[in-house]
């Protein structure tokens, strides 16, 4: 009698318990990253990823918000369209490296929005249709996606290798031209190799997860400076480093 | 007699809730994204079969690396061609200078109730390439990926399309990919 009342607790507990968690997932819970990215370039070391830069600057993120989508004509899609939302950052140059050009650049990179739009208003530029609803199969279908609008952060999937830009972060970026957004042009970043966070005393946090076969480029610039990035690619030709006015 | 079976229930029914307030993780997955199919889904999709639309440009590409995927999980996974919008959509297309060669998504999910309770359970995927950088056999390789993706699978340095321009240059599934649908959707 006492092994069955002892059990009939312990069912009763974890049932709840299990419903409990249940609840909290279905009201609360979010979606992992739905999008997944396979990047183009992988540099290895700091030659690779300087031969494939236009430009690498030290820049402070001025504002991000959503722009344009990228859109592919998909006759059969809901809409008739392909369309990935992109995230559109604005910096200030501090600090050329390689290359030079206009102070103020922005860099433009595939992003993935959930929940919905909070606070300021919708960018300027073209608006996109309204997404429609695919054909569902019985239960709840929920898009992955959410109409136009600046977002938070926090309502964001993190891509990774490419997570958001926050007003007032300051960063190295290996540049190149990226793509046209609402007759806009754009930069892209090479690949996460070529963005590097700037904190407090220069320490660095790189934003790819990949290995790397340099001890100054990528992922092994954890926990470094960036005066240990800044003498790397000074040996390399071409580098000239040069604050800008 | 009686006591004994009462017992038993209950111990039975304790094991089994409290494995139900765990979640299991596969190899090489993807989050915890996968299709409502198989042996946890049996009353809505029992037949493990997805159907695929192959549309775009360099299409014989795209259709080589789904014969190829065809092929590899042949017995325990099946892919029907459509010609309009189904399950997972398939495309090459020309999105620009962008960061990125190749982009899987989940378009649409919706929530597991009876095996991962989690907002996981993908109902329509997107494998896409970017045709401005990849055209031929690489372009092959990198829908070989996106497809996998779509199934769920995470990158992995297994010898094969899914550890592409991450650990290797190959272009198409190995036996790995196998089992690891297998473990996936028992």
Known sequence: MKLNTA??????????????????????????????????HYPKNAQEGTALAKRIVEARVLNSQRGPDLVLQAPGEPGGVDRIPQEVVTLQVETDIKGAGPGRIEVSQAAAFIGSPIGRPAPSGPTPPKPVAPDGRSGRDRPAQVPQATYPSASRHVLEGAPPYQAGERYVLFLTDGPTLGGRSTHTVISPEGRYHIGAGGALQPVSPRPSADENFGTNLRGKNLTNLRGRLQQIPGIQIRPVR | ??????????????????????????????????????????????????????????????????????????????????????????????YGATDWGGLASIENYDYDWWHWWCWCKITHAHARTNTYWWTGTGLQGVQCQEFGHTLGLDHSNTGDCMGKTYYNTINVTSSHNRTDISSMYP
């Open chain 1, 7 to 40: 059990l009939g607790i312990a069912a009763a507990v974890l049932g709840a318990t299990f419903a409990g968690q249940v609840a909290v997932s279905y009201f609360f819970g979010k979606p992992g990253p739905t999008h997944f990215v396979s990047w183009r």
């Open chain 2, 1 to 94: 007699m009686r006591k004994r079976a009462i017992t038993a229930a209950l111990g039975v029914l304790v094991l089994v809730l409290l494995a139900g307030n765990f979640k299991v993780a596969s190899a090489h997955q993807w989050w915890a994204w996968h299709w409502g199919v198989g042996l946890w889904h049996f009353w809505e999709r029992p037949s493990k079969n997805l159907g695929v639309w192959v549309y775009g440009s360099y299409s014989t590409e795209s259709n080589t690396a789904l014969n190829d995927w065809k092929s590899r999980l042949s017995g325990i996974f099946t892919f029907t061609s459509y010609g309009s919008h189904t399950d997972v959509s398939l495309f090459a297309g020309n």
